[in-house]
């Protein structure tokens, strides 16, 4: 079992910056791939950006690419997502997701989920 809890969501201007970051609980953290997910209103859950176990392998949604950052760190259980230049369409709810596999993987593999926290962008 993993419980994961996150955090750093905010009000945000245009081209402003936010960091999430999500405590995970449990021993198998370090063994898991992780990822981070959106939803806005009224559209369905999106992925934003994957990390696996050990930090070596990274993918991004198109629409974030060289402008968000996914990281870990396994001694401290914790995954981030460093968020620059936002726009108003990056306005949703972010979901911190550990999948049961170990390397980049479907959103199907992703099955322990956190909260969410609002980030909202304003224009």
């Known amino acids: 079992q993993v419980q994961l809890v996150e955090s750093g969501g905010g009000l945000v201007q245009a081209g402003g910056s936010l960091r999430l970051s999500c405590a995970a609980s449990g021993r198998t953290f370090s063994n898991r791939a992780m990822g981070w997910f959106r939803q806005a209103p009224g559209k369905e859950r999106d992925v934003v950006a994957r990390?696996?176990?050990?930090?070596?392998?990274?993918a991004y949604a198109d629409s974030v690419k060289g402008r968000f950052t996914i990281s870990r760190d396994n001694a401290k259980n914790t995954v981030y997502l460093q968020m620059n230049s936002l726009k108003p369409e990056d306005t949703a709810v972010y979901y911190c997701?550990?999948?049961?596999?170990?390397?980049?993987?479907?959103?199907?593999?992703?099955?322990?989920w956190g909260q969410g926290t609002q980030v909202t962008v304003s224009s």
């Open positions: 997701a550990a999948s049961d596999k170990a390397y980049l993987s479907g959103s199907w593999a992703y099955n322990y």
């Open positions: 990390i696996s176990w050990s930090g070596g392998s990274t």
